[in-house]
């Protein structure tokens, strides 16, 4: 059974960094699609950024140049770096992870799979203030 559980959240001020960690258990970390996704209060849930199995990266324009995916497999670890943070980054974020696609982007936006993932995190909460 695939795991995944988010750390890393925090409260801090516009123009600070953070950096999420998500470990992953139950399955092959190399093998698997993976994604940073994000839900603000009232709004609907949005991809951040993606990981494709070949290492391929993809990002939402809102975010391109400040974040950044990245995964360490011998700590089955997928990381956000997140730079300049604005108030507008302020939501819970989660990791999820698919065996075949965790998400596509389109227009400079990001969205999780229409198929039903694999697996998400439980979510760790972000707050920008300004």
């Known amino acids: 059974q695939v795991q995944l559980v988010e750390s890393g959240g925090g409260s801090v001020q516009a123009g600070g960094s953070l950096r999420l960690s998500c470990v992953a258990s139950?399955?092959?970390?190399?093998?698997?699609?993976l994604g940073w996704f994000r839900q603000a209060p009232g709004k609907e849930r949005e991809g951040v950024a993606l990981?494709?199995?070949?290492?391929?990266?993809t990002y939402a324009d809102s975010v391109k140049g400040r974040f950044t995916i990245s995964q360490d497999n011998a700590k089955n670890t997928l990381y956000l770096n997140m730079n300049s943070l604005k108030p507008d980054d302020t939501a819970m974020y989660y990791c999820?992870?698919?065996?075949?696609?965790?998400?596509?982007?389109?227009?400079?936006?990001?969205?999780?799979?229409?198929?039903?993932?694999?697996?998400w995190g439980q979510g760790t909460l972000v707050t920008v203030s300004s």
């Open positions: 990981i494709d199995t070949d290492g391929t990266t």
């Open positions: 139950g399955y092959t970390f190399t093998s698997y699609s």
């Open positions: 999820a992870a698919d065996s075949l696609s965790v998400g596509y982007c389109s227009g400079g936006y990001c969205y999780p799979s229409t198929n039903t993932l694999d697996a």
